[in-house]
C-alpha cells in the first residue's frame, strides 16, 4: 500500500497541458456571463485568473490528476487526498456576532463568536490567495430538493477535488437552471491551502472555518478537508429554515415505503445503525444525512452522499460498495500502486476516509429527492454499550422530546487507552456538532410536528444485551429489522406493553421473531444486581447530561427522563 507522497511514479501527459482548457474556456465564459462583475467586486482580479464553472467531471478529473496527485482507481472512482486535516476542526469553527443574527444563535462551545472585522480580514485573504492561482473553479448548486425552501450555493475554490466533491453534494442545476441561476444565496470562499494568520484577533491556529449570516458567506483557511463545506451548508440551513422559513432542519436519514408512501425519519449518531437501517429493500431512499421537515413533507438537503469507508465491503454494504464509480470521489484512502485498488482496511492516512457519490447511485433512491407526505414514524437510534437499554420502546411525546434533546448514545472502550468502560456521548438533537439555535427550539418544533400530524416515536436500541461490552452481546442486526419492520407495518402499534423500571419507558411484550429476554433487558441478564447497577448509573448520567437543557422546557419533559430515587 502506498501513501500519496509515496506514489512510485506520475503518469506522463502525453496531450499539451493547455489542451483541456483551450477545448472549453469559450464554454465557460459564455455560462459565467454577467457574473463576470459580480467576481469582480467581490475582489477577483478576472484579467489573471481563469474561472471554471460547473466544470464537467470528467475535466474535474483531469485537473485533479495534474495538479493534485490524484490518482484513478480501478472502479473509475477518483482518489485524492486532504493533507494534514482528515476531518472537521470544531475548535476552529466561528459565527460572526453581527446584529441580524445574534438574538438566535446559541453561542458557546459550539458556536464561538467572531467579530465582524476578524472576519473581514480573513476573507480578503481568502480571496487574495485565490487570485494567486492559475485555475479558481465556481460550482453553483441548490442546498434544499422542495424548491420552496431551497437556497442556491455558490463554491469557490482552488481544487479541483473540492469542485468535484460540492458537485456530489449539492444538488446539480439542469442547464436551464444554471443558465438563469443568477446572484447566489450563500457563498463558500474555500482557500483551505492557504494558513489562516495565527495572530490576527481571535484566531486559535492556522485554520480557520468561519460563517457570516449578515454576509450570507462561509470562508475557509488552514483545512482542505472537504467534509467543511458540506456541513457548512447544512449550518446554514439549520439556521435559515427554523429563522426565515419556519420549518425543521433535521440531522436524520428518511425513507419511504413503496407500497403505503409511508415516511420514516431515522435519528441517531456514528454507529448507531442510522445509514444500515435506512437502506431497506421495501422502501425508497429519501436520503442519508440532512433532511427538512416541511408543512408539505419532507425533503433531503442535498444531492449526494458522504458515506465512511472503513471496513467497507461488497458483501456488508454493497449499494455504498458499487456507488464507488466514475463521478465519486474517494478522499484519504489507500490504495495498491500496481493495480489501484483502494484498500478499505487500511487505515495508516486516518480512520475517517470517505466517499461522496451522487445520490442517484444509489439504485433505490427516491428522485427525486422529497415527499409530499407527513411522516408516519420517527426512530430515534442508539447504541447502548451498558446494556439496559430495552431494543425497542414507545416514547411519549414529552419521552421523545427529552431523548431527542440528550441525543444519547455510547462509544465502546478502546484498549489502546486502557478504558475498560462504555463511553456515554450525549449530542444534543443528535447534531450537537452543527447546532446553530437553542437545541429547545428545535425539540419544541420537532414536538408541534409529531402533535400535529399524530406521529409515533421510537426508541431502538442497537448495542448491547445480556450484559454491558465485554459481557453481553451486540443485539443480532436480524433482530433490529424485524423490530424496524414491525414499526413500519403498524404491527407495533397493536402490541400489549409493559413499563420499564427507572427510565419508565414503555416496550412491547411481544415482537414475532424477537425472543422475550431481548426485548426485556432485565430478563437477559444473568446477574440482576449487575443489571440495576448499570440501570442507575446510565440513568444518572442522563440526569447530569441534561441538567444543560432544564431552564428552557417544559416540566412535563424534564420528568419524562430515567428517576433515580
Known amino acids: 500500500m502506498v501513501h500519496p507522497h509515496q506514489t512510485p511514479y506520475v503518469t506522463p501527459h502525453i496531450l499539451h497541458r493547455q489542451y483541456a482548457q483551450a477545448s472549453d474556456s469559450e464554454f465557460h465564459s459564455k455560462l459565467i456571463g454577467h457574473d463576470l462583475e459580480y467576481f469582480s467586486q467581490a475582489g477577483f482580479d478576472m484579467d489573471r485568473i481563469q474561472l471554471k464553472r460547473n466544470a464537467p467531471v470528467a475535466q474535474l478529473y483531469e485537473d485533479a490528476i495534474r ?3 490524484a490518482i484513478i482507481s480501478s472502479s473509475g472512482a477518483l482518489i485524492n487526498f486532504s493533507g494534514k486535516k482528515t ?16 438574538d438566535d444563535i446559541w453561542w458557546g462551545s459550539v458556536n464561538i463568536k467572531m467579530d465582524e472585522h476578524t472576519f473581514e480580514i480573513n476573507r480578503e485573504r481568502a480571496i487574495d490567495y485565490l487570485n494567486t492561482r ?5 460550482f453553483d448548486g441548490f442546498a434544499g430538493w422542495d424548491p420552496k425552501y431551497r437556497i442556491k450555493v455558490r463554491v469557490i475554490c482552488a481544487r479541483a477535488y ?5 458537485n456530489n453534494m449539492l444538488i446539480r442545476p439542469t442547464e436551464e437552471e444554471l443558465a438563469n441561476f443568477g446572484e447566489p444565496d450563500f457563498i463558500i470562499y474555500n482557500a483551505g491551502q492557504f494558513p489562516a494568520n495565527r495572530f490576527t484577533k481571535g484566531m486559535s491556529s492556522t485554520t480557520s472555518v468561519e460563517i457570516n449570516f449578515k454576509r450570507m458567506e462561509m470562508v475557509i483557511l488552514g483545512t482542505e478537508y472537504a467534509g467543511e463545506m458540506k456541513k457548512g451548508v447544512f449550518s446554514v440551513m439549520h439556521y435559515l429554515q427554523p429563522v426565515k422559513f419556519g420549518q425543521l432542519s433535521l440531522h436524520s436519514s428518511a425513507n419511504v415505503g413503496m407500497e403505503r408512501g409511508d415516511v420514516t425519519l431515522f435519528f441517531g449518531l456514528s454507529g448507531t445503525g ?3 437501517l435506512s437502506a431497506d ?3 425508497l431512499l429519501i436520503g442519508d444525512d440532512e433532511h427538512v421537515w416541511s408543512d408539505t413533507g419532507v425533503f433531503n438537503i442535498e444531492g449526494g452522499c458522504y458515506a465512511k469507508c472503513i471496513n467497507l465491503s461488497q458483501e456488508k454494504e454493497p449499494e455504498i460498495y458499487n456507488a464507488i464509480r466514475f463521478g465519486s470521489i474517494l478522499e484519504n484512502v489507500v490504495y495498491n500502486p500496481v493495480t489501484r485498488m483502494p484498500d478499505y482496511d487500511d487505515v495508516s492516512i486516518t480512520e475517517n476516509t470517505r466517499c461522496a457519490y451522487p445520490i ?3 439504485p433505490n433512491a427516491k428522485i427525486s429527492c422529497m415527499v409530499d407526505r407527513q411522516p408516519s414514524n420517527i426512530i430515534m437510534l442508539t447504541c447502548d454499550a451498558f446494556g439496559v437499554l430495552p431494543p425497542v420502546s414507545k416514547l411519549s411525546p414529552d419521552q421523545a422530546s427529552y431523548h431527542f434533546l440528550a441525543g444519547y448514545t455510547s462509544k465502546t472502550p478502546g484498549t489502546e487507552d486502557g478504558v475498560l468502560e462504555p463511553i456515554p456521548t450525549f449530542s444534543t438533537c443528535y447534531s450537537a456538532p452543527f447546532i446553530v439555535l437553542h437545541p429547545g427550539r428545535y425539540a419544541e418544533m420537532l414536538a408541534e410536528r409529531m402533535s400535529k400530524h399524530n406521529v409515533s416515536c421510537w426508541l431502538i436500541n442497537t448495542g448491547w444485551t445480556g450484559g454491558k461490552f465485554g459481557t453481553g452481546k451486540r443485539c443480532p442486526l436480524k433482530y433490529t429489522r424485524r423490530i424496524v419492520d414491525a414499526v413500519h407495518s403498524g404491527e407495533l402499534l397493536d402490541s400489549k ?5 427507572v427510565f419508565g419507558l414503555q416496550i412491547p411484550t411481544e415482537v414475532d421473531g424477537v425472543p422475550r429476554e431481548v426485548l426485556n433487558p432485565s430478563l437477559a441478564w444473568t446477574d440482576k444486581q449487575a443489571f440495576e447497577h448499570e440501570v442507575r448509573k446510565l440513568a444518572s448520567m442522563f440526569q447530569k447530561a441534561f441538567k444543560l437543557y432544564e431552564g428552557n422546557v417544559q416540566e412535563s419533559v424534564r420528568l419524562a427522563g430515567p428517576r433515580v430515587d
Open 67 to 69: 495538479n493534485e496527485g
Open 87 to 102: 476531518g472537521r476542526s470544531p475548535k476552529d469553527k466561528r459565527i460572526v456576532f453581527e446584529e441580524t443574527s445574534k
Open 134 to 138: 492559475d485555475n479558481v473553479y465556481v
Open 162 to 166: 473540492h469542485a468535484l466533491f460540492m
Open 274 to 276: 442510522k445509514t444500515t
Open 281 to 283: 429493500p421495501n422502501r
Open 360 to 362: 442517484e447511485y444509489i
Open 497 to 501: 406493553y409493559e413499563t420499564f423500571g
